[in-house]
């Protein structure tokens, strides 16, 4: 059953891009591009420390999220919006701290977590855009993330901190983002 749960995260991990990538050629989605490149430089990192850590389950998440971060970057670099604000400029730094911290530790648990507030930090303008223009935002997108990394949890046989952490923050950011999204449009129609 645990191989089933982590074949049907595969497939809402591809569904997820699969999405972002149709939602931008129609131009309904316009990515953030410094989230965008971000969350690519981050994508690597995952898979490293999830490889590095011998995790066999999250790592298929982490490769998933590692192509489509590509994919949808390329994109943005056409479509997407942002990417030279003092708040961008100022991220890419936070991010770059963080990364020197992983880097010279050389422990891939304190590398996941310190991908983690890599991302968190990567994903902020992302959860501006949201709120200030929810319209230009796929939120199918992050849900399929939400039940992505719901199957990918499931399909763990022990649950230790270094295999769940992963997963788990893909769950409640991408969780965030779609109650963002969706309570922002629900507003602003009915104003």
Known sequence: MKNIFLIISTIFGFSTFIIGIYSIIKGHFR???????LLLLNSILFVGTLFAQGDRN?????????????????LSLKTGIGGTTKLDVTILFMAIISLIVW?????PVLGLVMSIVTDIISVYPTIIKAWILPETEEWRCYLTEVLASSFNILSLSVFTFGKIVYPLYIWIINAVIVLIIVLRQKQLKHK
């Open 58 to 74: 999250a790592i298929y998440l982490a490769l998933i999220y590692f192509l489509g971060s590509l994919v949808i970057f390329i």
């Open 31 to 37: 990515p953030q591009r410094m989230t965008r490149f």
């Open 103 to 107: 880097y010279t530790t050389k422990n």
